[in-house]
């Protein structure tokens, strides 16, 4: 559908585009991979080029690394489960007819548009509080002890901040799935006389499972990546120091740029081990 | 002005060849229609005329000087698409006048050609609708209007009338003869239908993947068919085409006899059958007789009240100066 | 067409429904309400809940603080200019992939939005260093482009999908209408596809308004917009949960507006397309 004329001026338009993101991609990333084969700690004046895989090693090695995937792995895993069964529950749930449907929508889409330093902020104080938040007096009303959750618990105080972020958008997307399946198709399984349960296992969640595929590989790339939530309420003490936060730790609070920069390379490498599975899905969905 | 010429104009779509080199002229004020089945190259070959493919290799001319690198908007041609390609954002008087308002005409005589391409075509009272508002008819005007106040040198049709229902496409086919007629611009039509094709056309190309099989007038293509496949795409419906002894007893491989030349005979027809399905129209009766000399039914057109029955014999004989011969390339035989 | 719903079976849902949603709003809805509280009624024991004395005194409290109106305009400069950026840059290169797609177009849409997954520590002290040496940290040139940056794959993304909604034979039309390039972008294709323009726009200044990983290291007040502004209530010159509230209604209240108007083009911007 084109010809010669235009097919230049479209390499000239997408151009601009391209090389931007190619040198936000590039110049930074090589930055960081040099520096992670450095000793580079700008506090010390220490500047060495090459040591090779020292940084690697190190971080690799440290008990913090170790200890961070950890949290990372069951950070971003319990988020997971609870935004995914959740949000097949809530969309299943909106999809049934009622009153008022479309504000119910957006009584429950409304946290993700929260700014996350503002949930994390709210929650910390207004519900975590040991003294004066919500949840305290609902201990104290039930006859129970105030509980202070960020120090007790403080992992899954986060989990708790940011599964309610996420829930929204994974309910808002797998009801988009649910809506496009064909009530017919519903219809005739039910003619065929399948009860409920049966219906959902055999017909609504083969159906759901690409959208519940595609959730749970954009939410991992993004919650790989929080950041907000624990600055604000823990600053990655008491075990929520994710792998995110960690590289953040060496890199701008103790100056260790060669081994923050391991880190980051490593943070990259995981990432795009999710990234390629969630462009297949993309890559097929383009040809059709 | 408009003739066009093609010269070994060829086109590839990677590797694959669409349009292998091919000559054609159409002369100036010609309605020249292609026609030709599905996936054979129409468009593809409308769409080189406009400009919006490059040709791989070969030259067009329009009016004699050299198109072949022309961008489509320089080459004064006008274009009809089958979806209409209306501006859904703008009146139809915007979507008319767009093209004007693009060659930067002044307004005055801008106003002065939509007055009077909307009078033609019977939009006046549209003229502040949107596209979204039209019936398909009428979108088809609009879209013929946007042709016409250019006042191009050729119009360029590609299916237009594929999307209306039938009494509509028969109007349609109607209002654009007579545009032809009033403009005397030449216009490139084309259509699968080939009843359209003989309707409309000066000059009917017909295509077979992507080669020129016959140019020539419709009845020209009626009367003598260069090969088979012209044949039996031309008319309507099909002619039947035979092979075997009776085609050897006319010096043949092959012969073609059109529906409308046997004649239904009492007794010792050349072909004896069953009648099979018949279809009654009227004014005429087409019937599909199984005849041992052909595998497919042999079609025949009877006049409008026949009292033959499904199952009854009926006995065929060939106007002998209406039998078509072709060789075993499927050529004409003089 | 389904069959008919006895109201009892819909008045559960509803009642069911109701009850979740608002649970999920309940952290929102207690943040409206605590912010016209007196600070002495925030922290009542126990909470109050409607029947309390109104007052905005927190609002104007912290519209007089002297960084909210700067913060607030830093965050409005950044969304905006970012997203207008992007925009910039977006369109002529989704144009060009929906319009005239090549052989590799679909490996460019898809390397461009792989870059969006590159995760922000990875590239975070070069980032420092270049602002550094071009002497731009803490300013808001700075976060516009890099927000820019990061948003730009989802910008391309939305303005692709929209694009190919757009027949290519409108465009070919106006090509043989005598359209040069520019009066096809001018005149024919953006008025089309500004509907899908407008929902690109909104979903990524709802995402460059809440970013909160640049937007809190790379500034320190000059530049810093809500998100940073926001964090600060955490710092040692005081809790004040009434006046907390204010700020933080203040700072979502536009955004959860947007929001609201573009869910359908969210699901559309993040899953890019991988969910319809
Ligand atoms: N952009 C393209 N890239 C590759 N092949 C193409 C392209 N456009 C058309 N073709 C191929 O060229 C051949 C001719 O296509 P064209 O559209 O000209 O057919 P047509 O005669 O107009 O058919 P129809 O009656 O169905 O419209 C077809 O086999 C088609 O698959
Ligand atoms: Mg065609």
Redesign the pocket.
Known sequence: MATEHSRSSARLMIAPAVFVLLVWMLVPLIMTLYFSFADYRPLRATFETWIGFDNYASFLTSSSFLSSIGTTLWMVGSILLITILGGVLLALLLDRPMFGQGIVRILVIAPFFVMPTVSALVWKNMFFNVDNGLFSYLFKFFGAQPFDFLSQLPLFSIVIIVAWQWLPFATLILLTAVQSLSSEQLEAAEMDGAPALSRFWHIILPHLSRAITVVILIQTIFLLSIFAEIFVTTNGAFGTRTLTYLVYQRVLESQNIGLGSAGGIIAVILANIVAIFLMRIVGKNLDN | MGRITLDKVQKKFGEVEVIPPLDLTIEDGEFVVFVGPSGCG??TLLRLIAGLEDVTSGEIRIDGSPATNLPPAKRGLAMVFQSYALYPHMSVRKNIAFPMKMAGMDQAEQERRIAKAAEALNLTDYLDRRPGQLSGGQRQRVAIGRAIVREPAAFLF??PLSNLDAALRVGMRMEISELHAKLQTTMVY?THDQVEAMTMADKIVVLRAGHIEQVGSPLELYHSPRNTFVASFIGSPKMNLLTGDIARSHDATTIGIRPEHLDVVESEGTFVGRVGVSEHLGSDTFFHVHIPQMEEPMTVRAGGEVGLRHGDTIHLHPQADKIHRFDDRGLRVA | MARAITTQKKIMWTVLSWGIGLLIFFPIMWTFLTSFKTEAAAISDPPVWFFFDWTLENYSAVLERSNYPLALMNSIVIALGSTLLGIIIAVPAAWAMAFVPGKRTKDVLLWMLSTKMLPAVGVLYPLVLIAKYFGVMDSRILLVVILMLINLPIIVWMLYTYFREIPGEILEAARMDGANLKNEIIYVLTPMALPGIASTILLNIILAWNEAFWTIILTTVNAAPLTKFIASFSAPEGLFYAKLSAASIMAIAPILIMGWFSQKQLVRGLTFGAVK
């Open positions: 129409k468009s590609d299916e084309v």
